[in-house]
Structure formats: structure tokens, C-alpha cells
């Protein structure tokens, strides 16, 4: 009797540790926002503070969980626009910018990554297209999308004759850890 118990306990953390997602760590990330002040230049705010709580069950498609950075972590090479940029995405209310990984489709190229991205208290759908790649454990994530500001409810900032274009361009490249 003794020995049925035994074997029914391994063979059940067995079947448990098959069904374990295993998780993901971020062990290096960037992401860049680019947009520009019509009349004048660029501006190019960037984090490398990159942090995620994901899984992945078996194959690539399989990841969920979020992506999130610390919206005081981008900066931007010209510190006066920095604190004007705070100022527009409500830092003291609204702390980090998140992307909540709902699925992720293969397609003929590479994948498209459907989740909601929270900017500014505002939660959206979005698709992204992105390069997956794992190699040794490492799976990298490399892609862009664009957004408006005004679909999150933000006003492009104007100064004096100049307006911030409302488009966003982002670009990142996450590299993950099982």
C-alpha cells in the first residue's frame, strides 16, 4: 500500500511538472519612442528598463503575461523636453506603461502579437508585428508599432508655433530567459 502512494505522488508531480509554464526573464531590452515637433526636430525617448512577468507553455505562440517599464525611465537626449514629455503622460498618476500579451498568431513572415497596451490610465487593443527567435533558451522579440497620443486621450503639446506630431513610432528589442 505504502509503495502506491509513493508511485501515485512522483507520478503526479511528474504530470504537474508537465503542465509547469515555465517563466521568462528579461535579460535585456530597449524600447524607443519616436515622434517629431513639426518645424523643429526629433524626439527619440528611450528605456532600457524593460520588465516583464511572462510564460511560455511550449512553443513561441504559447507566451503571455506582461511587458512593462517605469515611465520616468525614458529619456530623451534633450532633458527640458523630458520633463515636458512627464508632464503630457501624467507620471505622478500614471506610473508605468504595460503591454498585457493576450495571444501571439505565427504568420507568413513572423508573428503578430495581439494584447493591450495601458498608456495613461486608457487600455487599447493592439497588434504587434514583432521577429521571435529562440536559440539556447533565449527567445528575442523585435519589432515596432505605432499609436496616436489622441487615442489615449493625450493633446499633442504645442510650444509657442510648434506641435508635436500625434503619431508614435515604437521600436523594441526584448531579449527573454526561460
Same mark, same amino acid.
Given at each position: 500500500?505504502?509503495?502506491?502512494?509513493?508511485?501515485?505522488?512522483?507520478?503526479?508531480?511528474?504530470?504537474?511538472?508537465?503542465?509547469?509554464?515555465?517563466?521568462?526573464?528579461?535579460?535585456?531590452?530597449?524600447?524607443?519612442?519616436?515622434?517629431?515637433?513639426?518645424?523643429?526636430?526629433?524626439?527619440?525617448?528611450?528605456?532600457?528598463?524593460?520588465?516583464?512577468?511572462?510564460?511560455?507553455?511550449?512553443?513561441?505562440?504559447?507566451?503571455?503575461?506582461?511587458?512593462?517599464?517605469?515611465?520616468?525611465?525614458?529619456?530623451?537626449?534633450?532633458?527640458?523636453?523630458?520633463?515636458?514629455?512627464?508632464?503630457?503622460?501624467?507620471?505622478?498618476?500614471?506610473?508605468?506603461?504595460?503591454?498585457?500579451?493576450?495571444?501571439?498568431? $505565427?504568420?507568413?513572415? /513572423?508573428?503578430?502579437? +495581439?494584447?493591450? #497596451?495601458?498608456?495613461? %490610465?486608457?487600455?487599447? *487593443?493592439? &497588434?504587434? $508585428?514583432?521577429?521571435? /527567435?529562440?536559440?539556447? +533558451?533565449?527567445? #528575442?522579440?523585435?519589432? %515596432?508599432?505605432?499609436? *496616436?497620443? &489622441?487615442?489615449?486621450?493625450?493633446?499633442?503639446?504645442?510650444?509657442?508655433?510648434?506641435?508635436?506630431?500625434?503619431?508614435?513610432?515604437?521600436?523594441?528589442?526584448?531579449?527573454?530567459?526561460?
Amino acid at each position: 500500500m505504502f509503495k502506491k502512494i509513493v508511485f501515485l505522488i512522483i507520478l503526479s508531480l511528474g504530470l504537474c511538472a508537465d503542465n509547469y509554464a515555465n517563466n521568462l526573464s528579461v535579460t535585456s531590452g530597449e524600447i524607443k519612442a519616436h515622434t517629431e515637433v513639426f518645424g523643429d526636430s526629433e524626439i527619440n525617448p528611450t528605456t532600457k528598463d524593460v520588465k516583464a512577468n511572462l510564460t511560455i507553455e511550449n512553443g513561441l505562440d504559447s507566451i503571455k503575461g506582461q511587458i512593462f517599464f517605469e515611465t520616468i525611465t525614458l529619456i530623451s537626449d534633450k532633458k527640458d523636453r523630458d520633463e515636458n514629455m512627464y508632464e503630457l503622460l501624467n507620471i505622478q498618476k500614471y506610473k508605468t506603461i504595460s503591454f498585457d500579451i493576450k495571444n501571439i498568431v $505565427k504568420n507568413e513572415t /513572423n508573428y503578430d502579437i +495581439n494584447g493591450v #497596451l495601458s498608456l495613461n %490610465g486608457v487600455t487599447k *487593443n493592439i &497588434t504587434l $508585428k514583432s521577429n521571435i /527567435n529562440e536559440q539556447n +533558451n533565449q527567445i #528575442l522579440f523585435d519589432g %515596432g508599432f505605432l499609436f *496616436n497620443l &489622441t487615442d489615449f486621450n493625450l493633446e499633442p503639446p504645442t510650444l509657442l508655433f510648434l506641435t508635436v506630431r500625434n503619431q508614435i513610432d515604437i521600436s523594441y528589442k526584448i531579449e527573454f530567459k526561460r
